[in-house]
Every structure is written in C-alpha cells, then in structure tokens.
C-alpha cells in the first residue's frame, strides 16, 4: 500500500469499519509512500492504527504542525490530523464516482435509515459486502422497471448461485423457489427480504431450501432421501 486510502480499502475487505481506523503521523516516514510499514508491499491492515507521513501529500498544510522541533499538544495534534485524514480520505475515495454510484450509496443510506422499514434496516446489515453492491444495482433497478419476477430471478442467482426460481403451472402467479442451502433464521430474514423487495405481493412463493422438488425426468431431482414432495 502507498496512498491512506488504500488502508482505507484494506479495512473494507477485513470488515472493519472505516471509521474505527485510526492514522496517525510518524516521523520516521519514507518520502517515497504516505503509509509507513514494514513490508511495502502489504495490502492488508493488520491493526486499525495506521502509521502515515503527514508531509507526503499535504507538507504545506502540515510542515508547521508536525515540525520536529515541536513537542507541546502532542495528543492534541494526533487527534487533529486523524479527523483530517478522514475526511482528505472520504474525497479521496469519491474521486470520479459516477451518477449511479451516488445513487447507491443514497439508496443504502435510506435502506439501513428504515425508509423500507427497520426489518429491511436490520437484514440489509448482514448481506455479505462482497454481494451488496450488485444487490443494490438490482434495487435501483426495480425502481426504474417495477416490481419483476425476472430481477427476482436474477438476486437470487446473485445472493444464491445454486438457487433455481421456476414459474408454478398451476397459477400465473406462483413461484418455486429452490435456494440450494439449508434453512436457517438468518436465512429465511434473507429470503424474506428479497421476496419483499422484488415481487409483487400477490405472488405465492413456495421454498424448497437444500432438497429440490421431483421433476419427471430429471434424474439429478430424484434422488433418493434427497428430493421433496409437492
């Protein structure tokens, strides 16, 4: 890692909140890279203190306040430039977003608010980082499309890649869902959510979650002691 916002990133992919990160200015920095470590080439954090060169970048803003001469509010100003790295570190990290990449993060905003309601809130805080991002793009486009079987589809292959969703023949309005892992609380919060969010109230939704059900035909469905009844 060179540059604070890659330690920024770093704690992203450890899930540790970027807020809990604390930068703090060394002295005996490299005027060659912002963060100061022992091994240049690390991507990851290992703590959530992260050692930086205050003059790398912002020497004119902060020659004077990291003067080595200085050593009066030492704590004072340690507290000080970690509130200035976060913020010089959010600009950093919104450097070219995109229109839609605005509407995403105001989208996760009103979901974890409860502008969906707190239920949605408390789930949407469990969805897996790596898998949020996608999820969200299929929520805004829900919004611009309608509520749809097909987005319906297309989430749970995202959220579950072994997941199948087929269209009842009994009704126009049926779905057989087979999620392909096992039934749990946090599960079901999970399917819940999607189901909510994606399909239109008056659909009947049908579960199947490590078993399929048995299609004629089908010999992977019809298993023994692996298959369900309907």
Request: proline content about 3%; overall charge negative; hydrophobic content about 45%.
């Amino acid at each position: 890692m060179n540059y604070a916002w890659e330690a920024a990133l770093a704690a992203d992919r450890a899930g540790l909140a970027r807020e809990a990160v604390r930068y703090v200015p060394a002295r005996d920095g490299s005027p060659y890279t912002e963060i100061v470590q022992e091994t240049i080439n690390s991507r990851d954090i290992e703590q959530n203190e992260v050692r930086l060169n205050p003059l790398y970048r912002f020497s004119r803003e902060f020659a004077a306040l990291f003067d080595i001469n200085i050593a009066d509010y030492e704590a004072s100003r340690r507290i000080f430039f970690d509130a200035c790295m976060q913020y010089f570190i959010r600009l950093d990290l919104r450097q070219g977003l995109s229109r839609q990449e605005y509407a995403l993060r105001f989208l996760l905003d009103d979901l974890l608010d409860g502008v969906c309601g707190s239920q949605a809130g408390a789930v949407i805080k469990r969805f897996p980082k790596e898998k949020l991002r996608r999820l969200l793009r299929l929520v805004l486009k829900l919004y611009r499309c309608g509520s749809s079987i097909y987005l319906f589809k297309e989430a749970m292959r995202h959220m579950y890649p072994d997941s199948l969703v087929y269209a009842g023949n009994e009704a126009a309005r049926e779905a057989l869902v087979y999620v392909g892992v096992k039934e749990n609380g946090e599960e079901q919060e999970r399917i819940e959510f999607l189901r909510d969010m994606f399909l239109p109230v008056y659909y009947e939704v049908y579960l199947f979650w490590d078993h399929h059900f048995g299609i004629m035909d089908v010999d992977e469905t019809m298993e023994m002691d692996e298959v369900v009844l309907f």
